[in-house]
């Protein structure tokens, strides 16, 4: 049961919009400083996105419930470890991504052997997985911002749109 869509996902696919309508500016001048940095802001405002997003999903008792995943309690020391764990969720939404520079999995064993063995390690890879499989649901039931494409689960950007 979904309320309809999300207002942040909605500023953010109009944001990305923005920015690739820059981006098609910029090239039309061969302004390649200006597209430089235009893809640094494009990455940031990504990385900023689903970091302040995925706050929203998770807190100290639970990840919240999304369309179609229900809501997963968390045990007391992954609520004690809560940065660490929305760390993974958000290693899972970056490494989904269609310009990553591995596969999931990969991310996943490079990422977590930042962290020493024990608890910080297991809330990393809990957080992953949880985020991997809340998103594997969303695009399995067809949400809007996310789609099976054929090698991976990728967000869907919709192309700028010109002024007629």
Not at 49 to 63: K, P, T
Not at 131 to 159: D, M, N, T, Y
Request: glycine fraction near 6%; proline fraction near 7%.
């Amino acid at each position: 049961m979904n309320a309809g869509p999300d207002p942040a996902i909605a500023h953010y696919a109009t944001a990305m919009q923005a920015i690739d309508s820059l981006r098609t500016m910029l090239l039309q001048r061969d302004d390649a400083p200006a597209l430089a940095l235009l893809e640094t802001a494009r990455e940031h405002i990504e990385q900023g996105f689903w970091l302040a997003h995925l706050r929203v999903l998770s807190n100290v008792r639970e990840i919240a419930a999304t369309p179609y995943c229900r809501r997963i309690p968390l045990t007391p020391s992954q609520g004690r470890n809560l940065d660490l764990l929305r760390r993974g969720m958000h290693e899972a939404q970056c490494s989904l991504e269609p310009d990553g520079l591995s596969a999931p999995w990969n991310a996943l064993f490079l990422a977590r052997q930042r962290f020493s063995a024990g608890m910080a390690r297991t809330c990393f890879e809990t957080g992953y997985l949880i985020r991997f499989f809340q998103l594997l649901q969303e695009a399995r039931h067809g949400v809007s911002h996310w789609s099976l494409g054929e090698r991976c689960i990728k967000p869907v950007r919709h192309p700028p749109r010109h002024p007629a």
